[in-house]
């Protein structure tokens, strides 16, 4: 599918510190046998540790595990999309025996291995990213990414008052269909009030038309990897494509930095409206700052707190979690953080934000 130059998967937290982590496999804890009736061991299996989401998730993955007796283990790629040190990590999982995995996916090619996992008995929870095939996961702990992309789609077509909207977006990939980018992307555009072509689908929709509040163009979509300097080569070459952009779309924090340096460098931050989702201390910060205007914020530590306690009570009792009414995962929240507020949208200011920001 083209998705670049045009202009598409719905589906009350700390703050913490960095860690200084290698992205390897078995970054910290090791593991256990939860077959011996003394441990539960938990392999928490993120996408990668340069990304302060998946570090707050891992600090509250250890937290949670002291609290509730359980060895955990924990792997990361070495960069979003590095499917095969995650497939080595569930192995290594298997192998010792855990009672279960909390996972954020790199994307399909895990999922088979998760199979695997279910089939030897393990318990499978897949964090933040909804996996393609069901079969994958025993439940999703996840934000409603649609929503979230929705929230900061509202804003942004509140925010342009009626002024034709020239959008860039930069998404995740553009060499695999993942879930969360789908559904931010498609959620965002939704909220500006741009029909979709297929929901499943990025960059199907018309590259021009009619937003809520008048006249579109999309300029195109731009692959970032999630990174900082992603994002800025992903808006280096939007901006390339016609230096008019007034609504920028950003999949992630990190992503908006990088995007917000290219315009920048170029002059075009005059009433450049950039928004974004994370929710992250430095993207609050960011807030505040006028870089990004407004993000939709998530909670990774509440995903994994809630994931390790799912796993122990499992071990314990044999009560498993359920979704949450109406939807096929459990809904861990979202927020709309702006301190630019409008009638009819719901949101907090970034100083609330500060109090449930992590990284």
């Known amino acids: 599918m083209n998705r670049t130059l045009r202009g598409?998967?719905?589906?009350?937290?700390?703050?913490?510190?960095?860690l200084a982590l290698g992205a390897a496999v078995a970054l910290s804890g090791c593991g256990s046998d939860s077959s011996d009736g003394d441990t539960v061991g938990v392999s928490l299996i993120v996408k990668t540790t340069s990304n302060p989401f998946f570090v707050a998730m891992q600090e509250g993955a250890e937290a949670a595990a002291e609290e509730a007796g359980v060895e955990l283990s924990v792997s990361a790629g070495q960069n979003d999309g590095d499917e095969d040190t995650q497939i080595q990590a569930i192995e290594n999982a298997i192998s010792r025996g855990d009672a279960g995995i909390l996972i954020t996916p790199n994307g399909p090619g895990v999922e088979d291995s998760l199979i695997r996992a279910r089939d030897a008995g393990l318990y499978v929870i897949v964090l933040d990213t909804p996996p393609a095939d069901t079969e994958a996961a025993d439940i999703t702990f996840a934000t409603d990414n649609f929503l979230a992309g929705q929230r900061i789609g509202e804003w942004a077509a509140a925010q342009l008052g009626g002024e034709k909207?020239?959008?860039?977006m930069l998404d995740i990939f553009d060499d695999k269909i993942v879930s969360v980018d789908v559904g931010r992307d498609q959620?965002?555009?939704?909220?500006?009030?741009?029909d979709l072509a297929d929901p499943e689908?990025?960059?199907d929709e018309a590259a021009t038309g009619q937003y809520s509040g008048g006249e579109y163009e999309i300029v195109g979509h731009e692959a970032t990897q999630g990174a900082e300097d992603g994002g800025r080569t992903?808006?280096?070459?939007?901006?390339?494509a016609n230096p008019d952009i007034n609504v920028l779309y950003t999949i992630n924090e990190p992503s908006a930095y990088g995007a917000y340096e290219a315009f920048d460098a170029a002059g075009a931050t005059d009433d450049l409206i950039v928004v974004s989702v994370d929710g992250g201390c430095a993207g609050v910060d960011a807030v505040s700052e006028g870089v990004i205007g407004a993000t939709s914020q998530q909670y990774p530590v509440k995903m994994a707190e809630l994931g390790v306690q799912a796993i122990a009570d499992l071990v314990e009792t044999g009560e498993k979690p359920e979704n949450s009414e109406g939807l096929d995962f459990y809904d861990t929240g979202v927020e709309l953080v702006t301190d630019q507020a409008h009638d009819g949208i719901d949101s907090i200011t970034a100083a609330e934000a500060k109090e449930l920001c992590w990284g």
Do not use: H, Q, W, Y
């Open 234 to 240: 992903g808006a280096e070459n939007l901006l390339s």
């Open 201 to 203: 689908v990025i960059g």
């Open 8 to 18: 598409g998967f719905r589906r009350t937290l700390p703050s913490l510190s960095a």
């Open 187 to 194: 959620g965002f555009l939704d909220g500006m009030g741009i």
């Open 165 to 168: 909207a020239v959008i860039g």
